[in-house]
């Protein structure tokens, strides 16, 4: 959420590694048995991307089942204080969990607990933010998200780990648009979104809207793409360049706007 060039230098060399491999039929193709996805997210005093993945167990995300899951997140931001002027942040974030998922013809959901590691250096260093240093912590996390057949969509998801405290809740509503325009864009949904996020310094809330559909042909591999966007509200949050801001490691009070892109691999 700093600048752009951290997203697209990160994004650039994984859309090359995800060359295709598995070009079947879909009559004959096995069942989709892994899903990776990276994202970028952007917002005031602060630039994250993230990589991510899961795995069926039985090989087949399309059904009931345990999925290894995987996370890990670079996140630089800023914030200011009376004493020692603009602090500057760099975090990791990474986490390894086991859950089960329910699959059903309307839609899916699961659960997932696992271990969290998150790593926050400042500069200059700020004793003041208990934030900092590393922390390993217990994390729970839980999805669940309508299939894209339908005319609505909702999606909900969420964390919350021991490591600093920190949470996440987010929340879609939307209805689909276009069944498909093109042989590239198909399953297009609009609507909006609310967030909760963030530690045991800092807490912020988002509202914006978010744009969902599925590509194919254009990239080497079809994707599931989300863009989104809104306005932040950080608690204690002063952007108005007089003084302290809040602490809060998704950057700062304004706007923000997050893409993520997610790929299906079958064995």
């Known amino acids: 959420m700093k600048n752009y060039s951290v997203g697209a230098a990160f994004a650039l060399p994984l859309m090359l590694f995800l060359s295709p491999v598995m070009a079947q039929d879909a009559d004959e193709a096995p069942p989709i048995s892994a899903a990776l996805w990276q994202g970028t997210d952007i917002a005031n005093r602060s630039t994250a991307v993230w990589v991510g993945g899961a795995y069926a167990v039985n090989n087949d995300l399309t059904s009931h089942g345990f999925l290894l899951r995987a996370d890990a997140e670079y996140n630089e931001y800023s914030y200011f204080t009376d004493d020692l002027g603009k602090i500057n942040g760099k975090e990791w974030q990474g986490d390894v969990m086991l859950g089960y998922q329910l699959v059903y013809t309307t ?73 498909e325009l093109d042989n590239n864009f198909k399953q297009i949904f609009v609507g909006a979104e609310g967030y909760a996020l963030g530690n045991e310094e800092s807490d912020a809330q988002r509202a914006g809207g978010f744009l969902k559909f599925e590509l194919s042909n254009l990239l080497v591999r079809t994707a599931s793409i989300t863009l989104s966007g809104g306005y ?29 892109f997610k790929y299906l691999f079958r064995p």
């Open 232 to 260: 932040q509200f950080v608690n204690g949050s002063n952007n108005n360049g007089l003084g302290a801001t809040s602490t809060s490691t998704v950057g700062g009070e304004g706007g923000y706007g997050m893409v993520e």
């Open 107 to 179: 839609f899916s959901a699961g659960l997932y607990i696992g271990v969290d590691i998150r790593d926050d250096h400042l500069n200059p260093r700020d004793l003041s933010n208990s934030v900092r240093g590393n922390e390993v912590g217990f994390k729970v996390d839980a999805d669940f998200e309508t299939e894209t057949e339908l005319p609505y969509y909702i999606g909900i998801d969420g964390y919350y780990s021991t490591a600093f405290y920190s949470y996440l809740a987010r929340g879609r509503v939307g209805f689909k648009i276009i069944e």
